[in-house]
């Protein structure tokens, strides 16, 4: 199944903590539609639950699935393996991110396997969260489709580093076909900053905590304001 093309622009990350009263996925197909209406070109969602729940309200609504789950002897948390990618597809994802860095994943599956198994069996276009040039071209290789910043900052190998991967976006659009797209997510945090990350080469923009973050939001206020 060939991927949707990404939008150029912007895509809104609609993602709650845990503990939060906006984690409800009523809540968040809401703030996903209030994003689609405010002319977001699409979504980023996490778990099968909010997946379904933005699919039933904005049917047309092109959306970027991800599960986030921890497993015994693997730092790897996102949309980490077979099942969690089956069931964010089977939930009506668009496109499955998934973590596509160097680092171990559960049970010893390599990443080639894995994708190769979802070109096999499901079909899915997937989205590769990588934290280096490196692995994104090896991501690119291996047939995932898009190609996102996502993890920069945030694995063991990265972890000196703050983003936006500004860095990464310029040798990512020389080396990947042209045809492939980039997406720039991670710390973008105002306007002037998604419309940076598109004049270095990304084709979209992943924005959260700066839109729909209201938890995070509101304790960096109360830091600030002692």
């Known amino acids: 199944m060939a991927p949707p093309q990404p939008p150029r622009g912007l895509i809104v990350s609609v993602q709650a903590p845990g503990d939060s009263p906006l984690r409800d996925p009523e809540v968040i197909a809401a703030m996903a539609e209030a994003s689609l209406r405010s002319g977001a070109s699409g979504v ?22 991800l599960w986030k789950r921890t497993h015994p ?30 680092r171990p994943r559960p049970d010893g599956v390599s990443l080639a396997e894995l994708i190769e198994r979802v070109h096999q069996e499901l079909g899915a276009p997937l989205m ?44 990512l659009r020389q080396q990947l076909p042209q045809d492939m797209a980039l997406i720039c997510e991670g710390g973008i945090a105002s306007p002037e900053q998604a419309a940076l990350a598109l004049q270095l080469g990304a084709n979209a923009v992943v924005v959260g ?15 600030a304001l002692g």
Request: glycine fraction near 10%; include cysteine.
């Open 73 to 102: 002897g693997s730092s790897v948390y996102i949309t980490p393996g077979w099942e969690e990618i089956r069931a964010v597809w089977a939930a009506g994802a668009d496109v499955v991110a998934l973590d596509a860095t160097e």
């Open 128 to 171: 590769a969260d990588v934290d280096s040039v490196a692995n994104g071209l090896v991501a690119a290789r291996l047939g995932c489709q898009w190609v996102g910043t996502t993890l920069f900052g945030y694995t063991e190998a990265t972890a000196a580093s703050r983003p936006p991967a500004w860095d990464l976006l310029a040798p």
């Open 209 to 223: 905590t700066a839109i729909t973050g209201v938890d995070l939001q509101v304790q960096a206020y109360r830091r």
């Open 44 to 65: 980023r969602l996490e778990s099968p639950e909010h997946i379904g729940a933005v699919r039933r309200r904005c049917p047309d609504a092109l959306i970027v699935g």
